[in-house]
């Protein structure tokens, strides 16, 4: 389980958001919505540990294995689309059949081989949802997902959520998006 | 230890497909070991005997070149951010990285250093001082254009080798000492020993160091 309390976070002395206590079980998925600077890709940043400078409590459990994926890609630009992923440090041992199985499934086999420098911005965000895809971590922090993704691969994530929720795993994510789609929602604009 | 293999293999593919890393130095060392007799003197007298401090002075000049680029596009990528998040040995991960600078920045110009023999008049006898100098002292360099780098991240790009260079000027004076001992018959180990202590004594301080500032770039 993750877990915090009163957590908050200050940027020269104003406070991005504060007193933020909710607990994560597994099998559960909740999408982070709120106004630009509310904090959203904040909390994520601090629950994957590259923000440490925090107030309050946060606990996680000893065999949570996070999988982190930001507002960047983290790609490299001269590596191609397999490459990228095959040398993904949230990633174990993976095979070529593997990686070839979710290019397929996200409709960029015929791409797996081209530099990423070359592909659009959505194309690299499937790369991404590859990572995600073949990642064994139990709990995902993922920066606005949806982002430059077209209805299908859209629909193709949703999937993937449901997979990943029902395998046990932790989902938070944060989306512009307030439609009403099924995910439970943390309104960042409530604490500030 | 599967994670620092990834790394590193993922790191050579990089500089391997990334050939201004390597080019740029080399160009700038090659232009810079020509320009020498043309602007100075083509006295050879006056030529062997400034050698030895023109070819580390170049060779530390042509490495500025490069080292800006060990963590700034993974700043930029957003590839830190996944290295920190990983919760991997960031001194392990920095190791990894300037090694790979090193052997794509600084091996390249130190084998091209054999030239200077043909422009500036070298004497070959100065040759081994000058390549085991080289050898031991440019990864000083690199753990200090390494340092330079992590702090000046997102920053004007002369605040990097104006950290780095101060910091570089016992190595630059240690080897070029060592190369004029040799020329001039004096024992010159005491300078490498030196410069392998220095090595040693400042690669965990700097490892250390140099992952603080990157996390220091997120706090």
């Known amino acids: 389980m993750l877990k915090t309390a009163n957590l908050s976070y200050k940027f020269d002395d104003k406070y991005i958001f504060s007193n933020l206590s909710f607990a994560f079980e597994d099998h559960s998925i909740f999408k982070l919505v709120g106004n630009n600077g509310t904090g959203k890709s904040t909390l994520l940043k601090i629950l994957s540990g590259i923000y440490k400078n925090y107030e309050g409590d946060l606990s996680f459990s000893e065999d949570d294995f996070v999988f982190y994926s930001g507002h960047k890609t983290g790609l490299k630009s001269n590596l191609t689309a397999r490459e990228n992923i095959y040398f993904d440090i949230r990633l174990p041992k993976i095979s070529d059949l593997q990686i070839n199985s979710v290019l397929e499934q996200l409709d960029l086999i015929d791409y797996s081989d081209i530099q990423s420098v070359y592909l659009s911005e959505g194309q690299k965000r499937k790369i991404n949802i590859a990572s995600f895809m073949l990642s064994t971590a139990n709990l995902y922090l993922l920066d606005e997902p949806f982002n430059n993704l077209d209805r299908k691969t859209t629909i193709f994530l949703q999937e993937i959520f449901d997979k990943k929720i029902n395998e046990g795993a932790k989902i938070i994510f944060s989306s512009h998006d307030r439609s009403k789609d099924a995910f439970p929602i943390i309104d960042m604009n409530l604490f500030n | ?219």
Request: proline residues 5%; aromatic residues 12%; contains cysteine.
């Open chain 2, 1 to 219: 230890m599967f994670y620092f293999i990834k790394i590193l293999k993922k790191e050579f593919l990089i500089y391997s497909r990334k050939s201004s890393s390597f080019i740029s130095p080399v160009v700038f060392f090659l232009i810079s070991i020509s320009l020498y007799p043309i602007g100075i003197s083509n006295d050879p007298g006056i030529l062997k005997n400034l050698a030895p401090g023109l070819i580390w002075i170049t060779v530390l000049l042509s490495t500025l070149i490069s080292f800006q680029n060990i963590f700034s596009e993974d700043y930029e990528d957003g590839s830190i951010e996944l290295l920190l998040a990983s919760g991997q040995n960031l001194s392990l991960i920095v190791l990894i990285k300037i090694f790979v600078n090193w052997i794509f920045s600084c091996l390249p110009i130190i084998i091209l250093s054999v030239l200077s023999v043909f422009l500036l008049y070298f004497p070959q006898e100065g040759l081994k001082p000058l390549i085991i100098s080289l050898l031991i002292g440019t990864p000083t360099i690199c753990l200090f254009g390494a340092l330079a780098g992590a702090l000046s991240l997102g920053k004007n790009s002369i605040t990097g080798p104006a950290l780095m260079l101060p910091l570089s000027l016992p190595v630059l004076i240690l080897g070029t000492q060592a190369i004029n001992y040799s020329l001039n018959g004096i024992n010159f180990s005491s300078n490498i020993l030196l410069l392998t202590a220095i090595l040693v004594f400042l690669l965990p301080i700097i490892l250390f160091a140099s992952v603080g500032a990157l996390k220091l770039h997120f706090n």
